[in-house]
Structures are given as structure tokens and as C-alpha cells.
């Protein structure tokens, strides 16, 4: 995943199903999942080689994502109005 560009976490908005998710101390990349109003955190599963790994999850708070993670550029076209 080294084509990916992260960028700090400043805005819960940027907190969606399916961004990719990187630590700042190491080079490992989840996928972020659903958020689970339950347990209050976010799912994060393991992401390697294009392929996100169902079978190892852990739940993060919000917190600690926009703490101590980075999620990755992504580029969206805006319509004009």
C-alpha cells in the first residue's frame, strides 16, 4: 500500500466505512468499518496486499483514531451548483 497517501485526522466526517487506516508509529494499514454505537468505537479490520482480512477486528475509539492515525487522501469531484 505504499502508492497511498495519509494525511492527519482533523474531522470525524472523514470517519467512513471502507477508508483505509494507518498508524503514525507503524506501517501496518487496516480498513475502518462500521461504527458500533454499542460498544462506542469503530471496527477496524486488517487490510494487506488489496485484501481486507474479516477474520481479526478490533474496536477504536474515536479518540484514539483522530490520535494516533492517519487515514488516506482521497480526491472527490464536486458538482457545481
Not at 481486507?52 to 479518540?63: L, N, P
Request: aromatic share 14%; charged share 25%; glycine share 6%.
Amino acid at each position: 500500500m505504499k502508492n497511498i497517501t495519509f494525511q492527519n485526522i482533523s474531522d470525524s466526517y472523514q470517519l467512513v466505512s471502507g477508508a483505509k487506516i494507518k498508524s503514525k508509529k507503524y506501517d501496518e494499514v487496516y480498513e475502518l468499518g462500521a461504527y458500533d454505537g454499542n460498544k462506542r468505537g469503530y471496527t477496524m479490520y486488517a487490510f494487506e496486499n488489496g485484501l481486507r482480512f474479516d477474520d481479526f477486528a478490533v474496536i477504536i475509539s474515536e479518540y484514539e483514531l483522530m490520535d494516533n492515525y492517519q487515514i488516506e487522501v482521497v480526491k472527490a469531484n464536486k458538482l457545481a451548483a
